[in-house]
């Protein structure tokens, strides 16, 4: 990666006037070297493996950003419709054979040989191109499929290529010129690392250039040492072109005007989107397809006609142009956002209470997951004012060094970037995951590797709450899932998972839990929980996260909180907003803000003499496109996106439902038209005796509630959900005990005996 960092600057002079000899010779359909007979398979293939493995190529070119040609899906799927499966074999051939680079077969003795295919060997400066191989596979082998070249040595892409690391090692001048590309196969999900044995497959093959102009490159093939055919066969020499790379610097206002960081989504006439995912580097994410720029950065684009996509995230609306770049026209685009909606401006502070810089899509290694520079970026680039980066198992030791109980430096006013903790991957993890926030020391007490660490929660809750932290359980449908779609439902779910699970027990501890979250799975599995441990006299809050990039990796902030802070924004005073339920949890495309009952506040109390009508406004404010988005809408609620607005749609209007919760279930309802407008709503709603209010548009955003008092005496308890959470118990219990140490196994009991004996009290308060 160094050495042909240093060589750009060494041959920038010479490339520069190559590049501008050729650049008006280019055919973007050029192609050469295509073979007169393309090889098909000889020996018997059965068409259900290899539809299904062309399927995973398919969706790994989707994921990589460079997808089959629209014609060329809708071909695949007219072939596979049909009832001749010889035809279809031959068919799928012919289609996926224009995008082979290579044929690569292996005979009955396991030598490999390598000619070349019919696809263009056309790069692009800076960037990656996908191929194609064809495999031949007469030997059945299983083994995997590697590829040399003495012109390839391993680059990742940054998107700051002026930033280079200079060279730790002595590489002649000759070496800096040859060692060009990165060529490589993409062997991960939902690909693998090896041969399926089969005939017949594809695999894919990511070339990186790093010149402009025209490149040779030797490229071998083999299953192993040994496996090379003999006469100089399993090798091709390819001349490539690769199409210079022009800078083109992105200027982004905000709706008034000032600098800001967007997200930009840019693809050609093709489909292929840019910079290429294949090899990208932080701060650019290869598993998303957009990419975040400040006002002022650049993009490296080819000529060619592009289609951008621009937003600053769900307060926003999403601007779609094209452009065209011919030589050096244009040097910049400029862009200025639009918000359809401005919480912060009314006092409601939006964040992400669960975000990582390591594990599940991000980079492990070398880098040990990404620093703060990466994760400020896709803080700002969503427009999120609080952004919690929680240490976790994966990378934990790396990734504790930016923990300073204190706002990361890069902070500013109107976003905070503050790392904090999760608790998944420790012993206790299999009674759900814990957050913890606002801690002042990450070590818990006594231990010096995650294998020390408690197994089980009350514990470590109590020592957060010590250091003055706000604590709760993360992704809580996880181990809730039920089959009803009603809430509130009696159904026990098995409490098995990572979720809100040993929550049940916790939440009958006077402030040892504050919060469970919901937003980022199934909201019925989430809310359930929460509405009978309301039901039952609790006041535990909802807070609202992503868990990005692990339930979802497409943008941080699609699961969100809005807490009311007075006097301005500090991590501190919004978490103390969260604590006290000043807040509303959303999706970013709906709005309860200034919920109140007879002028009280959400997360406040309402006192009334004796029973009456109580006044409920709120201002509320959702967006949805005049046309239906049914891919969204008709999907069963355990299907992801778990919240989204375009669920909550009322047919094909444009009007969503706002509802008022009583007991968890809704008492009142108005419709809301969702055009963005910001809309002032008022409830007549009875009341008899004590209880919880909240307001909702599901599965969108959700209040927490209001705690309405009648007569100075304290809610009843619910008794159908008492009995529920009693159950609830139990079976949580069930799960959790086998895996809870032998040591602290007795205070575990104790504590869930404890709960029992709280449920129980509940169920006869005249006791």
């Not at 070297?33 to 293939?45: D, K, L, M, R, Y």
């Not at 194609?132 to 030997?139: G, R, S, T």
């Not at 452009?323 to 040097?331: A, C, E, T, V």
């Amino acid at each position: 990666m160094e050495s042909i960092a240093a060589g750009i600057g060494l041959l920038a002079a010479e490339e520069d006037a190559f590049a501008a000899q050729t650049e008006r010779q280019w055919t973007p359909n050029w192609i050469s070297g295509q073979p007169e007979h393309i090889p098909t398979a000889n020996a018997p293939v059965s068409l259900q493996p290899l539809a299904d493995q062309i399927r995973q190529i398919e969706t790994a070119l989707h994921y990589l950003g460079q997808p089959f040609s629209p014609a060329d899906r809708l071909q695949i799927n007219t072939v596979l419709a049909g009832t001749d499966d010889s035809a279809a074999i031959a068919g799928l051939q012919k289609i996926l054979d224009r995008y082979a680079l290579a044929i690569v077969t292996i005979n009955p003795e396991s030598r490999v040989a390598v000619q070349r295919g019919p696809a263009a060997p056309e790069l692009v400066q800076h960037g990656t191109r996908l191929f194609l191989v064809k495999v031949l596979n007469q030997a059945g082998a299983t083994a995997t499929l590697q590829v040399e070249s003495p012109n390839s040595q391993p680059v990742y892409v940054s998107a700051w290529h002026d930033e280079s690391p200079r060279p730790k090692e002595h590489i002649t001048r000759e070496q800096i010129r040859d060692r060009w590309a990165d060529i490589s196969l993409y062997q991960k999900q939902p690909l693998t690392n090896h041969l399926s044995g089969l005939a017949l497959e594809y695999a894919i093959l990511e070339i990186y250039s790093r010149d402009a102009g025209q490149r040779s490159a030797r490229i071998a093939f083999n299953i192993g040492q040994g496996t090379q055919d003999i006469g100089f066969r399993n090798y091709i020499d390819i001349l490539f072109k690769a199409l210079p790379a022009r800078s083109i610097v992105l200027r982004v206002a905000d709706d008034g005007g000032a600098a800001t960081t967007a997200s930009f989504l840019v693809r050609d006439r093709l489909g292929r989107i840019y910079p290429s995912q294949s090899k990208r580097l932080a701060p650019d994410f290869f598993f998303q397809p957009q990419v975040y720029r400040a006002d002022g950065e650049k993009i490296l684009l080819p000529d060619g006609t592009y289609e951008v996509t621009c937003t600053g995230g769900t307060e926003y609306l999403s601007e779609t142009r094209k452009f065209h770049i011919q030589g050096k026209d244009p040097r910049q685009l400029e862009f200025q956002l639009k918000r359809w909606i401005h919480p912060a401006r009314h006092g409601w502070y939006s964040g992400d209470q669960h975000i990582h810089a390591a594990g599940c899509s991000h980079y492990v290694t070398p880098t040990e997951g990404v620093g703060p520079v990466a994760m400020m970026r896709q803080v700002e680039g969503e427009h999120l004012n609080v952004g919690c980066v929680l240490n976790w198992a994966p990378c934990y030791y790396y990734q504790k060094q930016f923990f300073t109980g204190r706002d990361n430096p890069l902070s500013r006013p109107g976003a905070i970037l503050h790392y904090d903790l999760e608790v998944s991957g420790f012993p206790s993890s299999h009674c759900g995951h814990l957050v913890l926030l606002g801690l002042k020391e990450q070590n818990y007490p006594g231990t010096k590797h995650i294998a020390d660490w408690p197994t089980w929660n009350l514990p470590i809750l109590r020592w957060g709450k010590r250091q003055g932290a706000v604590v709760g359980y993360p992704h809580s449908g996880w181990g809730l899932a039920v089959k009803s779609t009603k809430l509130p439902n009696y159904e026990i779910p098995p409490f098995d998972g990572i979720g809100a699970n040993e929550y049940i027990v916790d939440v009958t501890y006077p402030n040892a839990v504050d919060f469970m979250s919901g937003g980022d799975t199934p909201y019925i599995w989430e809310l359930n929980i929460w509405y009978h441990t309301l039901n039952a006299g609790f006041r535990a809050r909802l807070s609202g996260e992503t868990d990005f990039p692990c339930i979802t990796d497409q943008r941080v902030g699609q699961g969100r909180v809005y807490a009311k802070v007075d006097g301005g924004l500090t991590y501190r005073g919004w978490l103390d907003s969260v604590q006290r339920g000043r807040s509303y949890i959303s999706d970013g495309k709906s709005h309860l803000m200034d919920f109140a009952v007879n002028g009280v506040e959400v997360g406040g109390e309402a006192h009334l003499a004796k029973p009456a009508e109580v006044q409920v406004t709120v201002n509320a404010a959702a967006y949805l496109d005049e046309t239906a988005k049914t891919n969204i809408r008709d999907l069963p609620y355990d299907k992801e996106p778990y919240w989204d607005v375009e669920r909550a749609r009322i047919g094909d209007t444009r009007t969503v439902p706002v509802e008022v919760v009583v007991n968890g279930l809704p008492a009142a309802r108005q419709t809301l038209l969702a055009d963005g407008s910001l809309q002032r709503l008022h409830f007549a709603v009875p009341v008899k005796e004590s209880c919880w209010m909240a307001l909702r548009i599901l599965p969108s955003s959700h209040t927490n509630p209001i705690f309405v008092i009648v007569a100075g005496k304290p809610m009843r308890p619910v008794r159908e959900s008492v009995a529920w959470c009693l159950a609830g118990v139990d079976q949580c219990w069930s799960q959790k005990a086998p895996q809870t140490s032998a040591r602290e196994l007795p205070a575990a009991r104790a504590a869930y005996d404890h709960a029992r004996q709280v449920y129980r009290t509940k169920q006869n308060p005249d006791r």
